[in-house]
């Protein structure tokens, strides 16, 4: 009777720790609808035009939201740059937008629109598996099915 207690003192525990370490596991494995806020603590536009750079905005939003490797992350911050400096002709605010992200996108900081935000807080640069990509392609349908017009053309179009 003893070793059978003693058997249930070290498997019990064992058995409990594996089962927290698969939810764990298993939390951030879920990808999150889509959710945009345009360029997040910047503005969209200018006051003339105040969607004027907000689709660049967009789909590095898509982007962010999705995730992926510390590569693919630089390729987005670079083509939100390229974007901007595309609709705006202007490569000080093109670079300062850049600088923004590059700065305050981090996966490692706790915010809505960091690197991953689709996921669970703690997924840091992961490559995305072809599950993961085709989840993920499936909810931007899904989100342009609800909004064909995109966030930009709604929140701009509903303020003027």
Known sequence: M???TLLHALVLPLLFLSAVDADQKAAGTVLRDFTSDGCSLFPD???RDRAKWC???LEHDIAYWRGGTGKERKQADEALRDCVRERTGDQ???ETMYVGVRAGGHPAFPTWYRWGYG???GRG???LTESERQSGEAKIR???EKH???YCAEKHTQQE
Do not use: F, I, N, V
């Open 125 to 127: 640069y992961k490559p």
């Open 2 to 4: 003893r070793s059978l």
């Open 45 to 47: 536009g200018t006051l």
């Open 142 to 144: 899904e989100y342009y």
């Open 92 to 94: 000080a605010l093109a």
């Open 55 to 57: 689709s660049c905005c």
């Open 148 to 150: 064909p017009a995109g």
């Open 119 to 121: 996921w669970d807080y």
